[in-house]
T-cell receptor
Framework: GNSVTQMEGPVTLSEEAFLTINCTYTATGYPSLFWYVQYPGEGLQLLLKATKADDKGSNKGFEATYRKETTSFHLEKGSVQVSDSAVYFCALSREGKLIFGQGTELSVKP | DSGVTQTPKHLITATGQRVTLRCSPRSGDLSVYWYQQSLDQGLQFLIQYYNGEERAKGNILERFSAQQFPDLHSELNLSSLELGDSALYFC??????????????FGPGTRLLVL
């Protein structure tokens, strides 16, 4: 079946550190891939997306590349800020619905 | 602000009761989706409506039902509530029928607590 697996959190980093959150997926065909972010007490916001292999999604300094050969969509940011503290969800789209990973909590300390 | 609105923001009720959650999609969006977020199950897709018609169904219990009205707002009805139904319920919307490339925009959620 279709599924998404993310690295377990919480991830704790110091400000300006490099961030990687791993995401791998299992799916038939070539789904679109998404990263959503949930700030405390808020709903989900789209962070970035990629719709085909080798596409790179980017937004607010975050990047992720759709890797078909490794079925991965890892999220990266070169220098995190305290304001990036949130829960990050990787998701794939299949038959109209989003299938989410379990979420990775990121905490950035000043 | 995604443009998707949900009411109420919080809901506290007792087991066995029935509640209705309301969602208004972004202007121009024809699809509405409902998701449940709980600690043990994570984020789960419940159901999708497109222009008034049910289009896709996920892990939605028989005690739950939804509909989309002519003005495109949607309601999720939860009945015979159990403690395990306590969760955050999100509504999302998208422009079309959600071919795989479409982006879904999420509302702020309704937090349901069943006591």
């Amino acid at each position: 079946g279709n599924s998404v697996t993310q690295m377990e959190g919480p991830v704790t980093l110091s400000e300006e550190a490099f961030l990687t959150i791993n995401c791998t997926y299992t799916a038939t065909g070539y789904p679109s891939l998404f990263w959503y972010v949930q700030y405390p007490g808020e709903g989900l916001q789209l962070l970035l997306k990629a719709t085909k292999a080798d596409d790179k999604g980017s937004n607010k300094g975050f990047e992720a590349t759709y890797r078909k050969e490794t079925t991965s969509f890892h999220l990266e940011k070169g220098s995190v800020q305290v304001s990036d503290s949130a829960v990050y969800f990787c998701a794939l789209s299949r038959e109209g619905k989003l299938i989410f990973g379990q979420g990775t909590e990121l905490s950035v300390k000043p | 602000d995604s443009g998707v609105t949900q009411t109420p923001k919080h809901l506290i009720t007792a087991t066995g009761q029935r509640v209705t959650l309301r969602c208004s999609p972004r202007s121009g969006d024809l699809s509405v989706y409902w998701y449940q977020q709980s600690l043990d199950q994570g984020l789960q897709f419940l159901i999708q409506y497109y222009n008034g018609e049910e289009r896709a169904k996920g892990n939605i219990l028989e005690r739950f039902s939804a509909q989309q009205f002519p003005d495109l707002h949607s309601e999720l009805n939860l009945s015979s509530l159990e403690l395990g139904d306590s969760a955050l319920y999100f509504c999302a919307s998208s422009v079309g029928r959600a071919g795989g490339q479409e982006t879904q925009y999420f509302g702020p959620g309704t937090r349901l607590l069943v006591l």
